[in-house]
C-alpha cells in the first residue's frame, strides 16, 4: 500500500465520523445546555473541522500556499457537504452558521499545521 494511501487514513476516519455524526436524527441528539453562554455546537464545529484540516495536511504533507488552499476549499466543501446531507436526517436542518464555524475551524487547523512545519524546518 502506497505511503500516501495510509498518510491519508486519519482523515477519512474524522470524515466518516463527521457523517455518522450528522446521521444522528435531531430528537436523539442531546447536547448539554450545561453551559448557556456558550453554544457547544459550535465548538464542535471548530473543533472537528480543526482536526478534520490538520490530518488532510498531515496527509498531503502540506508546506505549501497552494495545497494549504487546496486543504481549505476540501474541507469547505465537505462541511457544505455535510450540512446538505443533514436535510435528509430527520430533526436536523443544514444551517449557514455551522459551515461558517467549519470553514472557522479549517483555517484555524491549516493555520496550526503551518506553524508546526514552520517551528519543525528551523531546528
Known sequence: MPILALRILPSLFVAIAI???SHIPGEEFDVPRSIPSVRLDFVYHIT??????????????????????IVIVVAFAYGISDELHQIYVPGR???ITDVMFDLVGTIL???AWGVYNRRRSNK
Do not use: D, E, Q
Not at 472537528?48 to 488552499?69: P, Q
Open 48 to 69: 472537528v473541522y480543526f482536526i478534520l484540516a490538520t490530518s488532510i495536511c498531515f496527509g498531503l504533507k502540506a508546506r505549501s500556499v497552494n495545497t494549504n488552499l
Open 109 to 111: 487547523g491549516v493555520s
Open 19 to 21: 457523517f455518522l455524526v
Open 93 to 95: 436542518s443544514p444551517t
